[in-house]
């Protein structure tokens, strides 16, 4: 049984950081892409950032500079670094792992 479970997120001031973990199986998680994704409210689910096995990163232009995604492959979980946050941040972030299994989400508000 597969499994993908985000965490980290929570209420933080403009400005502010947070880290978000997702942790998922090794089957699914070993030699795959591994995608942080997010959706506001009315609003489609974006892209933000993904990296590759061999950890190659890309980023939505919206994030460039202010978010670093990693992955620890000795623990099958990816991080996501969010610096200099915005209220425009605000959203259910989702982990996606080999472009099939997601997660339930972790809720980001940006707010002071």
């Known amino acids: 049984q597969v499994h993908v479970v985000e965490s980290g997120g929570g209420l933080v001031q403009p400005g502010g950081s947070l880290r978000l973990s997702c942790a998922a199986s090794?089957?699914?998680?070993?030699?795959?892409?591994m995608d942080w994704y997010r959706q506001a409210p009315g609003k489609e689910r974006e892209l933000v950032a993904l990296?590759?096995?061999?950890?190659?990163?890309d980023y939505a232009d919206s994030v460039k500079g202010r978010f670093t995604i990693s992955r620890d492959n000795g623990k099958n979980t990816v991080y996501l670094q969010m610096n200099s946050l915005k209220p425009e941040d605000t959203a259910v972030y989702y982990c996606r792992a080999a472009g099939r299994w997601w997660g339930q989400g972790t809720q980001v508000t940006v707010s002071s």
């Open positions: 090794g089957s699914i998680f070993s030699g795959n892409v």
């Open positions: 990296v590759t096995s061999g950890g190659i990163t």
